[in-house]
T-cell receptor, first 116, second 113 residues
């Protein structure tokens, strides 16, 4: 079964600095999708960035980028120029198929605090 | 482009009761998934609906059931509520493949007492 592990329950960073959140996953599939979601106190899961496993190039979205290491099954998120609005829970997720349905398998989350 | 709307936002029920949670999907999405997020945990997949039929289920008992309507909106029903059912219930809509990601609602916070 696919599993996703986020080993950092909490992280903090000074405003305007860079922080990296870690994620590892376990799968036997060769083609898959990975996501980072942000969950602020409003509770809504907001898609931050996604990565297609067959693409070697790391995905980037403005200040957010990933370091995707397929062989190591690692998918870390780098946030540059951290802003106060980045404070939230961050979840790494793996998309898999169960009984024909697409489902996301989430990690336990990392709580990110931004210090002004 | 409308997002995903869930109702109600909060709900308190008594053990043994039944509850119905509602979700409207994002425009252009035909697939709805439901997730249960216990406090301090990542969301867990309950089931997915496509073309008004359940097409996949996670490790949840049959007392968790759902519906999808022709306009792609959905309901989650939970019978015989237990204390452990207290959680945030998230609805997510997507295309069938889900490859471009899922749009989540803000969830319904269910408390069972």
């Amino acid at each position: 079964a696919q599993t996703v592990t986020q080993s950092q329950p909490e992280m903090s960073v000074q405003e305007a600095e860079t922080v990296t959140l870690s994620c590892t996953y376990d799968t036997s599939e060769s083609d898959y999708y990975l996501f980072w979601y942000k969950q602020p106190p409003s509770r809504q899961m907001i898609l931050v960035i996604r990565q297609e496993a067959y693409k070697q190039q790391n995905a980037t979205e403005n200040r957010f980028s990933v370091n995707f290491q397929k062989a190591a099954k690692s998918f870390s998120l780098k946030i540059s120029d951290s802003q106060l609005g980045d404070a939230a829970m961050y979840f790494c997720a793996y998309r898999t198929i169960i009984q024909g349905a697409q489902k996301l398998v989430f990690g336990q989350g990392t709580r990110l605090t931004i210090n002004p | 482009e409308t997002g995903v709307t869930q109702s109600p936002t909060h709900l308190i029920k008594t053990r043994g009761q039944q509850v119905t949670l509602r979700c409207s999907s994002q425009s252009g999405h035909n697939t709805v998934s439901w997730y249960q997020q216990a406090l301090g945990q990542g969301p867990q997949f309950i089931f997915q609906y496509y073309r008004e039929e359940e097409n996949g289920r996670g490790n949840f008992p049959p007392r968790f059931s759902g519906l999808q309507f022709p306009n792609y909106s959905s309901e989650l029903n939970v019978n015989a509520l237990e204390l452990d059912d207290s959680a945030l219930y998230l609805c997510a809509s997507s295309s069938l493949t889900g490859k471009r990601g899922y749009t989540f609602g803000s969830g319904t916070r269910l408390t069972v007492v």
